[in-house]
């Protein structure tokens, strides 16, 4: 078996408390089973970028990071990705920043990426790049001579082509995709965008999952990623869990609990949440000191000013819905900025009766499959989901809503609150099937057998480069 080299822009060994995006969680429970090295930023600034390397290894898994400079993290980290590609590809051109000197950066960061990885990659090493923050590192890989098999695998959504095209040189940004042997999306909806572009807007041709560009052939696949179930459902017999289940039910008193988890970010929709949340209030008395939302939402990417304004926008709605809606012994939303173990999660999913999972656009969204996981399946709770999630594709069974539409969202809350149990039962235990048997060892392998797969080693010819 050929070693498995993964590479993502930040690399995040296991933390206790356990506040971690959804990539970071995902990678290392596949590096955990499969074993191999993962490199990328240690999330560390030095004066002057060298490129040095450090090995590091927790819980398993082995990893190799580099320190950037302050001027990389800002152009290239706080600038292209977090303020040009992230708002793109979640649809939101009007919050995308086009700035060159991100665009500088973006490509001066994948560079030096680029050169302590191609000494560290194998004759017969497997390279998989994750995300949008790295999709040029294959073409300057490619330059320096590497042959050797590399995928590609998007978290994000992938957004239509009438959208992409408004990136100053967005064709620069493809043609570097051709570097790759196989690129995976979430969705098919992603893997229809990207194929209508590379057709429609690059001239390339698509037959069935391959598509080229002069003369360079890549599959593009969906391949949605999962949660590590066993670990994950595993968490509900540790001390954590119990300990916050114990401290739910002595808050709760038999009042009902809808939960939300998510990072603070304006693609998750919590905004349009609250309000949602505001109208089933209004539209339901029984609900008043009956129901709770608890809304747990750590703040994330603080640099940037757009989370900073989601962020004051949300402590002003909660505030505002509390104070029109609380009674002396109620309060109808408790809003927490801080993130939570997975021991603690789960009991938190477990003591929900609705999961409300309401992401304006979301590549996947992993919450919605811890929620279910977390259930008893004797008595399950009910995920309300929105249909611009990538999850959407999977979880039928959930309620299925659109997050802009506030009566919509607040007609699923009232439907999954008096759903009758065998409804429940039978809603749940599809969505458990799904969830469990293609879980983040399932895409993994997949993945990793398809970029394995490839036809390569190619020929070392340069690829189309992105510089
Ligand atoms: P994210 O946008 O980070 O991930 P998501 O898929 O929902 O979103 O994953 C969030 C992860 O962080 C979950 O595992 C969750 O448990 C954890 N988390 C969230 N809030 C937390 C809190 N308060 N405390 C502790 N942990 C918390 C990106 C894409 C997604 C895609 C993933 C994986 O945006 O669409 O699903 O990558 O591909």
Redesign the pocket.
């Known amino acids: 078996m050929s070693r498995l080299i993964v590479v993502s822009n930040r690399v995040s060994l296991p933390s206790p408390d356990?506040?971690?995006?959804?990539?970071a969680?995902?990678l290392q429970a596949a590096l955990r089973e499969a074993g191999g090295l993962w490199f990328g930023w240690s999330g560390k600034e030095i004066d002057t970028f060298t490129g040095s390397v450090r090995f590091e290894e927790s819980d398993g898994v082995r990893s190799a990071v580099v320190d950037l400079e302050p001027q990389d993290v800002e152009e290239y980290y706080n600038g292209f990705a977090n303020r040009t590609l992230w708002p793109l590809f979640h649809y939101r051109i009007d919050l995308a920043q086009y700035n060159r000197s991100f665009g500088a950066g973006y490509e001066r960061v994948n560079k030096r990426f680029a050169e302590p990885l191609r000494v560290m990659i194998e004759p017969g090493d497997t390279v998989w790049i994750n995300d949008y923050h790295l999709i040029p590192i294959a073409s300057q890989l490619r330059e320096h001579g590497i042959n050797n098999r590399i995928g590609f695998f998007l978290?994000?959504p992938w957004p239509p082509t009438r959208l992409l095209v408004s990136l100053p040189y967005h064709e620069r940004l493809v043609q570097a995709m051709f570097a790759y042997d196989v690129i995976g999306f979430q969705t098919g909806e992603w893997l229809e965008s990207f194929l209508h572009y590379c057709q429609n807007e690059l001239g390339g041709t698509v037959d069935g999952e391959y598509v080229t560009f002069e003369g360079r052939t890549l599959r593009a696949v969906v391949c949605p990623?999962g949660i590590d179930f066993r670990n994950f459902v595993g968490a509900l017999d540790t001390k954590g869990a119990a300990d916050i289940a114990q401290r739910m039910q002595v808050s709760l008193r038999g009042l009902s609990m809808i939960v939300g988890?998510?990072?603070l970010?304006y693609s998750k929709g919590l905004g349009e949440r609250l309000t949602s949340f505001e109208t089933y209030l209004q539209r339901h008395e029984e609900a008043h000191r009956a129901v709770v939302l608890v809304q747990?939402a750590?703040p994330s990417r603080g640099e940037v000013e757009q989370y900073r304004d989601v962020r004051e926008e949300l402590n002003e709605m909660a505030g505002r819905i509390n104070g029109a809606f609380a009674e002396v012994d109620w309060t109808p939303i408790r809003y927490v900025n801080r993130?939570?173990s997975r021991d603690e999660?789960i009991a938190l999913y477990r003591a929900g009766k609705v999961g409300l999972v309401t992401p304006l656009r979301?590549?996947?969204?992993?919450?919605a499959k811890?929620y279910v996981a977390a259930q008893d399946p004797e008595d399950p709770g009910v995920l309300v989901l929105s249909r611009f999630a990538?999850a959407a594709a999977q979880m039928q069974e959930a309620l299925l809503v659109n997050p802009y539409a506030p009566e919509e969202v607040a007609d699923a809350i009232h439907r999954a609150l008096t759903m009758p149990l065998a409804e429940r039962k039978r809603r749940h235990k599809a969505l458990l099937e799904g969830v469990e048997r293609e879980d983040v060892h399932w895409w993994r392998e997949r993945f990793v057998s398809m970029i394995e797969a490839a036809p390569s080693p190619r020929a070392s010819a340069p690829a189309p480069s992105a510089s």
Do not use: C, K, S
């Open positions: 356990g506040a971690q995006g959804g990539l969680v995902a978290h994000t990623i988890v998510d990072r970010d747990v750590p993130g939570y999660l979301d590549g996947m969204n992993l919450v811890e990538g």
